[in-house]
């Protein structure tokens, strides 16, 4: 399947948890957007994605969930970033072969502004992937692999989200802030991170390309 030039689109959610002390500079770099340093000086950032509808050139997405692993060195708009994917395993081959163009940017959209901040892809591949959301929490887990999760940071107004407009590329829109519940893991190539209240971010996603 030609994935270059194919129109697409996907709604639905995403999540994300980093090592960065709440709250991630990055969405308030001063010069340039993620200009500023991680708290922590490299970024472990886990991201989790559910598309609740999706098309990639007549392929339908409808259900299926990615997750992403991305390390950065320091500033994460200096680049050199290496990252690890994750494919739902329920998804065929055309379907696999959607979200990684979708996910790595191949086929543009939002991730395309990112990809060349990648230097080194530890790996793509399927596995079991379970994302649930459940009113200000959200989670993800592949076994034996991640157990990430994040719930809502607590506002002045209760039951209600803190939330940040143009800050983020995956939703301009507005990120709502959150915070990494306890045993948010990651295991995998070698490596470990335990974000475990930390920096964390979700929101609705609806992306286009091509």
């Known amino acids: 399947m030609s994935t270059a030039a194919t129109q697409w689109r996907i709604t639905g959610d995403y999540f994300e948890n980093c090592n960065c002390t709440v709250v991630c500079p990055c969405l308030f ?7 500023s340093q991680p708290t922590e000086g490299p970024c472990h950032v886990a ?24 390390n950065t ?15 739902d395993e329920r998804a065929d081959e055309q379907q696999q072969q959607a979200l990684t163009a979708i996910f790595t940017g191949s086929s543009g959209g939002t991730m395309a ?3 060349p901040l990648i230097s080194q892809v530890l790996g ?29 940071a607590p506002s002045i107004v209760p039951d209600q989200e803190i939330w940040a ?12 802030m959150a915070v990494g ?16 209240g930390k920096n964390g971010h979700y929101a609705p996603i609806d992306w286009s390309g091509a």
């Open 113 to 115: 502004a990112l990809a």
């Open 124 to 152: 793509v591949k399927a596995a079991p992937i379970t994302f649930i959301k459940d009113g200000r929490s959200r989670s993800l887990e592949i076994p034996g692999v991640a157990h990430l999760s994040v719930h809502a």
């Open 29 to 35: 770099s001063p010069n340039a957007p993620m200009s």
């Open 47 to 70: 991201f989790g994605f559910h598309v609740d509808t999706g098309n990639f050139g007549g392929v339908s997405l409808d259900g299926l969930n990615v997750a992403m692993m991305v």
């Open 165 to 176: 407009a143009n800050a983020h590329p995956f939703n301009p829109q507005g990120v709502a």
């Open 73 to 87: 060195p320091g500033v994460m708009a200096a680049g050199n970033w290496s990252a690890a994917v994750y494919l």
């Open 181 to 196: 519940d306890s045993n948010s893991t990651w295991e995998d190539y070698g490596i470990r991170w335990d974000n475990s």
